[in-house]
């Protein structure tokens, strides 16, 4: 657009005017070639409290020699004389912040004719927050999955990744200070690159729960009878005053190695109980993604890790959306509640989805029709040295398909973020 042109848009007063033969006009066939309609966008979004809405509408139009008035009709708001700007087009902005979410359609008739020239669709919409984690499981990620990493926020721009970084990457003695330093340096350079964000992520190995002055549990397994490196005993296990220390523990590693303070949380195997939450309110966490869409992970039937995580978190599944857990209960939000929200991993984490589930879960949670209601979409992977090539391509074909339901490209409500700005999107 023509930046006089813009500016003349911006300053122009386009008049409300009675609807032309008594109300709209009807729409054409098809519209009039003659007449050439831009500015109109396919989504508008409603807005929340971490997405401002997109409440005005631009509309220009250039029309044949002749034409005296184009009137605009936005849905079943008041008409919309438009006005004649300096090149002799028409054009003007309507405040469509009233409007629900839903289909839309803008008709556009000249010279108060009853048939319009012009029937242009959009939608009205909330935001559906498409957010990416990884859950660092071991203490070493290993340059394979940070080069991987790398390349993901290369080939989706505007994607960003909520790290929930474990604490054993401190305390492991078979990490050196010089890697764990080289570690830090990448994470906290994807922050600030990309606006990516730093939560924590606790499996209680043994190394670090020493660490912290505890005795190890390792007889509270998911998967074995007994284990004695930590790794996969529930974070449940160590009771709500016990873990506290763990977090606090964790905190001041975090603080010591330039990680700053965390404040978001995702339990290692997702084995997180009330007291897990009250543990993190106790000690300054404001979120958590531990809630887990458990039928996703079938490969573990038989085991442990499904039993528990069927029992607790019984109804999260693929369209669970974040709530504030109640203080007497973790699964529901009525009465008092926890100053922390939980923002379901109903994506669950690349190892145990396909590329054709995970993208039934994002056609679940949006299908194309206009949301009501702000949607959350949380996936992720876990970074090993063995993160594979084929682990890669499903999260990369995943937000590939994402990238087509871009709010940004105005090709849907899809917004990449992280889960701390969750707390502003669904406010307590």
């Not at 940070?146 to 505007?158: M, N, Q, R, S, V």
């Not at 730093?198 to 007994?226: K, M, R």
């Not at 606090?248 to 897990?276: I, N, S, V």
């Amino acid at each position: 657009m023509k930046p006089w042109l813009a500016l003349a848009l911006l300053c122009a007063c386009s008049d409300e005017v009675a609807a032309p033969r008594g109300g709209r006009p009807s729409a054409p066939a098809q519209s009039d070639p003659a007449f050439a309609v831009s500015s109109i966008k396919h989504w508008y979004l409603t807005g929340d409290g971490l997405t401002p809405g997109d409440d005005q509408m631009t509309i220009l139009v250039g029309a044949p020699g002749g034409t005296s008035t184009v009137d605009a009709y936005v849905a079943d708001l008041p008409p919309v004389r438009l006005a004649i700007q300096p090149d002799g087009s028409f054009g003007g902005q309507v405040a469509i912040g009233a409007l629900p979410a839903g289909a839309h359609d803008v008709l556009l008739a000249a010279d108060g004719n009853p048939t319009a020239f012009a029937r242009v669709p959009f939608q009205r919409s909330a935001a559906y927050y498409v957010m990416v984690s990884t859950d660092w499981d071991f203490s070493d990620p290993g340059n394979p999955s940070c080069d991987f990493t790398d390349k993901l926020h290369t080939d989706h721009p505007g994607m960003k990744i909520t790290h929930f970084v474990g604490p054993y990457t401190f305390t492991d003695p078979s990490v050196t200070a010089n890697r764990a330093t080289a570690l830090v340096t990448w994470v906290v350079g994807n922050r600030d690159k990309y606006q990516d964000e730093i939560g924590l992520h606790i499996h209680p190995y043994c190394n670090f729960v020493t660490h912290a002055g505890l005795a190890c549990i390792t007889d509270q397994s998911t998967v074995y009878e007994s284990d004695t490196s930590g790794y996969t005993i529930k974070v449940a296990a160590y009771g709500r005053k016990d873990f506290a220390t763990l977090l606090q523990h964790a905190k001041d590693l975090f603080a010591q190695h330039g990680l700053g303070t965390p404040t978001l949380f995702r339990a290692g195997g997702w084995t997180a109980t009330l007291e897990t939450l009250q543990a993190l309110e106790d000690t300054g966490f404001v979120g958590d993604s531990s809630a887990l869409n458990w039928e996703r992970i079938e490969e573990w039937k038989g085991k442990e890790l499904y039993r528990w995580t069927a029992e607790h978190w019984a109804p999260i599944d693929d369209v669970s959306q974040p709530w504030w857990p109640s203080q007497t209960n973790i699964l529901a939000a009525s009465g008092p509640r926890l100053s922390l929200l939980e923002v379901p991993d109903n994506g669950v984490m690349i190892d145990y989805v396909s590329l054709a589930e995970m993208t039934g879960i994002f056609d679940a949670n949006f299908n194309g029709i206009p949301l009501a209601h702000p949607t959350t979409l949380m996936m992720g992977f876990h970074p090993s040295t063995t993160f594979s090539q084929a682990e890669y391509a499903r999260v990369d074909g995943f937000l590939a398909y994402a990238d087509h339901h871009l709010a940004v490209n105005d090709d849907g409500p899809v917004i990449y973020t992280t889960l701390g700005k969750m707390l502003l999107a669904f406010p307590n």
